[in-house]
């Protein structure tokens, strides 16, 4: 089964993280996700291979970009959770995933940017994602 029917779910969860902070920062472009997913990888990557790193905080809205996606990449590992707007927890539950399956999600997304960067330009990705995430 291909990664994006598997883990539909976990896809769309990371990228509205991204949605968030796109909708602040109009600016903001496919590179700079590429970037803060490619920061993502290797921290997970890491805990994978079982030497974790610290992750860098990185400035302005790429640090927002990272914050975002890693915020959405910990619910979905079972290590973080959601709150609503008056600061509760929202309970619902989800099967956790392992590290490895996070990076396949990231590599995934990264994929992603790569091909709708080519066919539009330097948003060309987050103008596509922008329609399908709320």
Not at 1 to 8: A, L, P, S, T
Not at 40 to 66: D, M, S, T, W, Y
Not at 71 to 92: S, T, V
Not at 93 to 99: E, V, W
Request: hydrophobic fraction near 45%; include cysteine; aromatic fraction near 8%.
């Amino acid at each position: 089964m291909k990664i994006e029917e598997q883990f539909e779910d976990v896809l769309q969860n990371i990228e509205s993280g991204i949605v968030q902070v796109y909708q602040q920062h109009p600016a903001l472009s496919d590179w700079d996700v590429e970037l803060a997913l490619e920061a993502l990888i290797q921290l997970f990557n890491a805990e994978v291979r079982g030497k974790p790193i610290e992750l860098h905080q990185l400035p302005g809205v790429l640090g927002e970009v990272v914050r975002a996606a890693k915020a959405m990449c910990e619910l979905r590992l079972g290590r973080g959770q959601l709150l609503d707007e008056h600061y509760q927890p929202i309970e619902f539950q989800l099967t956790p995933l392992t590290p490895a399956e996070i990076v396949a999600c990231l590599k995934r997304l990264r994929k992603s940017i790569q091909f709708w960067g080519k066919a539009g330009g330097r948003q060309g990705y987050l103008n596509y994602i922008v329609n399908f995430v709320q």
